[in-house]
């Protein structure tokens, strides 16, 4: 196998001492960034509060069992909107770290990663709040209605964030598709060959994130999962014959 050359790197190599600086330098940035998202957040506690309780107000308020209850729920709530506005620019950092030891080709994997790792994340975060999110609620909050519904703020909140992160990390499956492509790990052919056999598992997954167990919110999780698979199949012909190219030059 040919060893990478040296020029391909894009800086000298740096004793470890100088890396542990460099990487604290990024991580003190990404604290200030998040400091000052944080507090400009907690501005808007109210509103941020406000949109993660709205799919369960229509059937009950939230309640608490525990003075500092409100007060952490709304805390956290703007930490999670902080934390997920300053994300982009973690992952820049991060880049920013990691880019100097990486040589053309470990970059050109990298990069598709930073770029569309966020949009897939929103959109799909997007998709269950909603989509998934209101029918889930009115679902769970009438299916016995001789019991009263009493949503704890706290165990509502855990709920919500938890399914916002495994929808949004659902949607990344074309960018994996993609890096596994470029790594040649996967090639558009297996991934057609196999196509029954994706949407199997793809219906499987569905029945198991799906937050309620009827059909028509399992066709809600595995419609855009299909769609997804069906792209990825797309991504990784356009790179495979990128790659060709590529080779043939």
């Not at 997920?84 to 994997?109: D, G, M, T, V």
């Not at 269950?128 to 509502?156: C, G, K, M, Q």
């Not at 470029?182 to 994706?198: D, E, K, S, V, W």
Request: hydrophobic residues 55%; charged residues 15%; neutral net charge.
């Amino acid at each position: 196998m040919d060893t990478p050359r040296e020029e391909e790197l894009n800086d000298p190599k740096m004793p470890l001492l100088e890396h542990l600086v460099e990487f604290r330098r990024r991580i003190i940035f990404v604290l200030i960034v998040l400091g000052v998202l944080f507090s400009a957040a907690y501005v808007f506690h109210d509103e941020i509060m406000w949109a993660i309780e709205r799919p369960m107000l229509p059937f009950a308020k939230p309640q608490y069992d525990t003075l500092t209850v409100p007060f952490m729920a709304h805390l956290k709530a703007s930490f999670y909107v902080s934390l997920f506005l300053a994300f982009p620019f973690a992952l820049s950092q991060l880049w920013l770290f990691i880019r100097p030891a990486l040589y053309k080709r470990e970059r050109a994997l990298v990069w598709p990663f930073l770029i569309f790792s966020y949009p897939l994340f929103v959109g799909g975060a997007c998709f269950f709040y909603f989509v998934v999110f209101p029918v889930a609620v009115e679902f769970f909050v009438t299916f016995d209605s001789n019991l009263v519904p009493s949503l704890r703020i706290d165990d509502f909140m855990s709920f919500a964030i938890t399914m916002l992160f495994i929808f949004g990390m659902v949607f990344e499956m074309p960018l994996v598709a993609l890096l596994l492509t470029r790594m040649g790990l996967i090639t558009p052919q297996f991934m057609t060959r196999n196509r029954g056999y994706a949407v199997i598992l793809i219906a499987i997954a569905s029945a198991i994130l799906t937050p309620t167990p009827d059909v028509i919110n399992m066709l809600l999780m595995m419609g855009p999962l299909v769609i997804l698979y069906e792209a990825s199949i797309i991504i990784c012909r356009f790179v495979k014959a990128k790659k060709r190219v590529e080779e043939a030059t």
